[in-house]
């Protein structure tokens, strides 16, 4: 009876939640296959994620060329877009890949499961069918053996198309949200750097609002790309989003030096450049998106705006506080001058690179509980989060 009671205690302390910081943390860094899992995900999710801050410091160091003043009204206009996005870009981001992930898994349509399912059953066949098949395929039937082949071809094709209902509403969702954010930057403009501290007589307002104007006319293609990025992050697929992500900003970097050396056209330049970046980034995933997603729902109803809306609302809280946090900075150091929103505008560059780098580990982390949940595999959640939680 003491040894039960011994026993049961210990079992009742490892329930603890703060023993999933400890739980296995000599395998912290062992390569097994959750290991390997983890950092086949987290590596490129992390890269992508840095890809954009660098490029940015890169526009700020051409930027930087054309004069402080410069610097520092690109500096808060990049500050305004940038903080109003995320009110938008991290809840519906995260809620994509945790749904689409779970979705994913309930369905059993990753290519892997897909594969394994039709080797061992076999497609579907009707009756048919079934009468223009051979009973027995034998090694000398040359055309019969082709004929199979050929009908689980067209089979794995016609399977390939996966129906993520939470990949249509995210992408329509972002869509409708890029949309309102273009329309009211452009509009309130002007008022959004006056509270920012850009006054109607500082030499940064003109630059400024010419620079905001511009970039947020690619604010659809940047909250559509990181949708279909947090679709890709639910397929475990974290490749893709970098090569996209890659291919813009090399882009953006190339157009900088064309719009704003070339031809002279400075800060709007550098706006230009990085909305077609932004566009050609978007074009990217949707192609890829297209051929393994059927984008289309049969019905408004297979929408699942409720769940959207759900679980975005609370992330959206979060979210909201660490945004006034960050633009409060950026308009305290734009009241202290161009100098000073420069120098913050360097370091906020610098910061958010850096940063990034740990949520590559939480994109994988996500990706994998959310399947870990559908599939009610308990163990292996807990052990993805004390792997993830320990390497942070």
């Known amino acids: 009876m003491a040894e039960k009671e011994t026993l049961y205690s210990i079992g009742d302390w490892r329930r603890i939640p703060i023993c999933t910081f400890f739980k296995d943390a000599r395998l912290v860094f062992k390569a097994d296959s959750l290991g390997r899992e983890i950092l086949s995900i987290a590596l490129p999710a992390a890269m992508a994620l840095t890809a954009d801050p660098i490029a940015s410091l890169v526009d700020t160091a051409f930027i930087g060329q054309i004069g402080p003043v410069e610097l520092a009204a690109v500096g808060v206009s990049i500050a305004l877009f940038n903080q109003v996005s995320r ?13 689409v992930a779970e979705e994913d898994t309930l369905s059993g349509a990753s290519p892997q499961i897909e594969e394994s399912r039709c080797l061992e059953a076999g497609p579907p066949m009707d009756a048919e069918t079934k009468d223009l098949l051979p009973k027995k395929v034998t090694g000398g039937n040359v055309h019969n053996s082709d004929f199979v082949g050929e009908s689980f071809n067209i089979v794995k094709e016609e399977h390939k198309r996966r129906h993520i209902p939470s990949a249509s509403s995210a992408l329509f969702i972002g869509g409708i949200l890029g949309l309102i954010q273009a329309i009211f930057l452009i509009s309130a403009a002007k ?38 990025q947090g679709v890709f992050r639910g397929f475990k697929d974290t490749k893709t989003p970098l090569y ?40 990217i995933l949707l192609w890829r998106l297209l051929e393994q997603v059927d984008l289309i729902p049969p019905s408004i109803k297979h929408m699942q705006f409720d769940r959207f809306l759900k679980n975005g609302f609370l992330l959206l809280m979060r979210v909201i506080a660490v945004t006034f946090c960050v633009t409060l900075a950026a308009s305290l150091a734009a009241r202290q001058g161009s100098t000073s929103m420069a120098a913050f505008q360097v370091c906020l560059q610098v910061w958010l ?40």
């Open 353 to 392: 690179a850096v940063s990034l780098l740990a949520d590559g580990l939480a994109v994988a982390g996500q990706a994998i509980l959310a399947g870990a949940f559908a599939n009610k595999d308990f163990n292996r959640a807990t052990a993805t989060a004390s792997r993830v939680l320990q390497v942070l």
């Open 87 to 99: 009110i938008a870009i991290f809840p519906l981001v995260s809620v994509t890949t945790s749904f």
């Open 244 to 283: 996209a992500t890659v291919a813009g900003d090399a882009t953006n970097i190339a157009l900088d030096l064309l719009f704003m050396f070339v031809f002279r056209l400075g800060v709007s330049g550098a706006a230009i450049a990085h909305v077609i970046s932004q566009y050609l980034i978007s074009a």
């Open 191 to 228: 008022p959004l750097l006056n509270f920012m501290g850009i006054t109607s007589d500082s030499p940064m307002l003109h630059p400024a609002q010419q620079y905001l104007t511009l970039r947020s006319l690619g604010a659809p293609a940047v909250l559509l790309s990181l949708a279909m």
